[in-house]
């Protein structure tokens, strides 16, 4: 049985971009997650049954704080390596960085990459 378990819009601080008031000052990302789940048809009505949606928060924020990326498409690879690699469960990872205060001349409400990876990649 395939579940689906979503995070929306986590809020991180981050040091992320190529410019130097984006490494020194830092920004806003939200960030969504979007896990495939494969569970047991029996699986048990228990948070060790499944994927637990604060922990996938708390491992994106550990990526995000390790280290200060150019690209947002790097820090996007990187939190779904680190979900596939911590959840055994999550055969599929969509993990989308948005970026709201991008240094460009345009006017939009963000910017933001999203990378899809799985266990067959």
Known sequence: MTDRIFVSNLRLHGHHGVMDAEKSLGQKFMVDIDCRVIRQADAIDRLGGTVNYADLCDLAAEVSAQDDFNLIETLAHDIAAAILSRFA?????????????APIKHIVDHVGVSVTRGRDD
């Open 89 to 101: 469960m999550v055969h599929e990872v969509v993990v989308t960085v948005r970026k709201p205060s």
